[in-house]
T-cell receptor
Framework: DAGVIQSPRHEVTEMGQEVTLRCKPISGHDYLFWYRQTMMRGLELLIYFNNNVPIDDSGMPEDRFSAKMPNASFSTLKIQPSEPRDSAVYFC???????????FGPGTRLTVT | AQKVTQAQTEISVVEKEDVTLDCVYETRDTTYYLFWYKQPPSGELVFLIRRNSFDEQNEISGRYSWNFQKSTSSFNFTITASQVVDSAVYFCALSGSSGSARQLTFGSGTQLTVLP
């Protein structure tokens, strides 16, 4: 079975540019999560969806960040405009209904110069 | 509020030694779930185990074992006869049953280095 798929794996962009990260969850999973990992702050939950509906976006750092899930098999996390402090590894994860573990994608390493 | 504490930032052992990674948690929920994840140098996060708060039975999987004690709010992870491939950052995590129950609260991680 395919796991969570994220693209791109690496992204280098200049400050001020728009960045779009993509995620395809595991088929049949109802929950999708976006996390950010940095050395300073560790793993932070940014937002999560249940059946394509955003449930909790309290972790989204500011209005420059937005996330969408137009269907059950695709989600995007957009940063516009990007800043150097956004440099981090962004993980997408999915899980099925019930108190199940989350399965993580390989992550996107974002570098904003 | 939920909290997970992994007091050991870094641990270094020699191959074949046993090593225990500590995890202490705080939650007000009576039903909750505990997890361990492994993050090898390649960067992905690999799920290892889930434990429910109502099941305190310890679990063993090969060289891995987990000791869950509600009385001390701990969920420790032991690797027996460690191997170089066990070198990774290990995260303990907690999810509850109230509020944003699906959220995983992660500890800060323990960097384990197994030397040959």
């Amino acid at each position: 079975d395919a796991g969570v798929i994220q693209s791109p794996r690496h992204e280098v962009t200049e400050m001020g540019q728009e960045v779009t990260l993509r995620c395809k969850p595991i088929s049949g999973h109802d929950y999708l999560f976006w996390y950010r990992q940095t050395m300073m702050r560790g793993l932070e939950l940014l937002i999560y969806f249940n059946n394509n509906v955003p449930i909790d976006d309290s972790g989204m750092p500011e209005d420059r960040f937005s996330a969408k899930m137009p269907n059950a098999s695709f989600s995007t996390l957009k940063i516009q405009p990007s800043e150097p402090r956004d440099s981090a590894v962004y993980f997408c994860a999915s899980s099925p209904q019930g108190p199940h573990e989350q399965y993580f994608g390989p992550g996107t390493r974002l570098t904003v110069t | 509020a939920q909290k997970v504490t992994q007091a050991q930032t870094e641990i270094s052992v020699v191959e074949k030694e046993d090593v225990t990674l500590d995890c202490v948690y705080e939650t007000r929920d009576t039903t909750y779930y505990l997890f361990w994840y492994k993050q090898p140098p390649s960067g992905e996060l690999v799920f290892l185990i889930r434990r429910n708060s109502f099941d305190e039975q310890n679990e063993i999987s090969g060289r891995y074992s987990w000791n869950f004690q509600k009385s001390t709010s701990s969920f420790n992870f032991t690797i027996t006869a460690s191997q170089v491939v066990d070198s990774a950052v290990y995260f303990c995590a907690l999810s509850g049953s109230s509020g944003s129950a699906r959220q995983l609260t992660f500890g800060s991680g323990t960097q384990l280095t197994v030397l040959p």
